[in-house]
């Protein structure tokens, strides 16, 4: 299948700093990429939709102030958490589908463990 | 915002026995879709059913949707200590783009 790679694996960042979380599809290009957020022992949420060249849509209740996300080209959109709380620390994962298949299966990135100290 | 409902939320089983999981939705769909996720790791697509479906099989899973329920269960048969991890059901969203994630179960199997 698809690969989708997200980098990094893990950060620890101080409060009140921002980090930056990048998703690539390596080997298909995708209009829309997705980015979701876990907590730990319960689903995955989903966060915003990241479209190609345009702004990205947020679910309800996400800061899109605070969570600025960034979808440049057609492999790749970053995730910018900023001034990080301890709250923010979570597990992040995005997903992209292949636009050339039309496809319905979602492919995700290994995930990003944010810890905010 | 959560689509469905998984149960049992957790379930632990003995290497060879089946573990059945239940997932329910709420709005209609074109499919459905179930992922697995090993701790603290990305998700892996196990099988997706059409909503036209009524049973698909891959390997030792085995999925079935009954959309006049809204609900879908996925078996997996002979169960290993490897098949141990959570399992998700995910359904599109309104836009018909981002996927829609139940709470899960937590599979645990032991050898």
């Known amino acids: 299948g698809a690969v989708v790679s997200q980098h990094p694996s893990w950060v620890i960042c101080k409060s009140g700093t921002s980090v930056k979380i990048e998703c690539r599809s390596l080997?298909?290009?995708?209009?829309?990429m997705f980015w979701y957020r876990q907590f730990p022992k319960q689903s995955l949420m989903l966060m915003a939709t990241s479209n190609e060249g345009s702004k990205a849509t947020y679910e309800q209740g996400v800061e899109k102030d605070k969570f600025l996300i960034n979808h440049a080209s057609l492999t790749l959109s970053t995730l910018t958490v900023t001034s990080a709380h301890p709250e923010d620390s979570s597990f992040y994962i995005c997903?992209?589908?292949?636009?050339?298949?039309?496809?319905?299966?979602?492919?995700f990135g290994q995930g990003t463990r944010l810890t905010v100290v | 915002s959560q689509q469905g409902e998984e149960d049992p939320q957790a379930l632990s089983i003995q290497e060879g026995e089946n573990a059945t999981m239940n997932c329910s939705y709420k709005t209609s769909i074109n499919n459905l879709q179930w992922y697995r996720q090993n701790s603290g790791r990305g998700l892996v697509h196990l099988i997706l059913i059409r909503s036209n479906e009524r049973e698909k099989h891959s390997g030792r899973l085995r999925v079935t949707l009954d959309t006049s329920k809204k609900s879908s269960s996925l078996l997996i048969t002979a169960s290993r200590a490897a098949d141990t991890a959570s399992y998700f059901c995910?359904?599109?969203?309104?836009?018909?783009?981002?996927?829609?994630f139940g709470k899960g179960t937590t599979l645990s199997v032991s050898s």
């Open positions: 995910a359904t599109g969203n309104q836009a018909g783009t981002a996927l829609i």
């Open positions: 997903s992209a589908r292949d636009r050339t298949i039309g496809g319905t299966e979602a492919f």
């Open positions: 080997d298909f290009q995708a209009t829309t």
